[in-house]
C-alpha cells in the first residue's frame, strides 16, 4: 500500500470511529420491497422504530429489526454504556442492490422465461440526540 492510501486509510478509520452503524448483506428479497419497511422507521427514535417492526406485516421487518439491534448494541459497546429512553434516533439507512441470481423457468412451445432472484444490502446509522446539539 502505497503512502498516500495509507494515509486515507487511517483517516477513514478514525471517522468511522464516531459513527455507529450495522450492515446486513444478501438479503434474499429485492430492495424495492426493503426500501418499503426502511422508508416506515427513517429518522425515529430508536424505540418507536422497533415497536413499528415488531407489529409490521412485511417479511423484511424482521430483518430489519434484528439490525436495528445491532446497531443499538454497537453504540453501546462503542460509548460503554446503555443508551437511554428517547437518546438514540436513526440517523441514516438506506438499502442497495445485492447479487442477482438467474434462472430459467419453462415456458410454452420450448421457450424459457427469465427469473431474477434479487437480494439487497441494508446499513443503518443511528446516532444520539445529544451529539447533534453540542
Do not use: C
Not at 43 to 49: D, H, S, T
Not at 105 to 130: E, M, W
Request: no cysteine; glycine share 6%; net charge positive.
Amino acid at each position: 500500500m502505497g503512502a498516500r492510501k495509507k494515509i486515507a486509510a487511517e483517516k477513514m478509520k478514525e471517522a468511522r470511529k464516531t459513527l455507529y452503524f450495522a450492515k446486513l448483506k444478501g438479503v434474499p428479497s429485492s430492495p424495492r420491497k426493503m426500501r418499503y419497511v426502511v422508508d416506515m422507521i427513517r429518522g425515529m427514535e430508536v424505540n418507536r422504530a422497533l415497536g413499528i417492526l415488531r407489529f409490521s406485516k412485511k417479511a423484511a421487518a424482521a430483518d430489519v429489526e434484528k439490525l436495528l439491534r445491532s446497531a443499538i448494541a454497537n453504540w453501546e459497546v462503542k460509548n460503554d454504556r446503555k443508551a437511554e429512553d428517547g437518546e438514540l434516533y436513526i440517523s441514516k439507512v438506506f438499502v442497495d442492490e445485492g447479487v442477482t441470481m438467474k434462472r430459467m423457468r419453462p415456458a410454452p412451445q420450448g421457450r424459457g422465461y427469465r427469473i431474477r432472484k434479487r437480494s439487497n444490502h441494508v446499513t443503518l446509522f443511528v446516532d444520539a440526540k445529544t451529539n447533534d446539539e453540542k
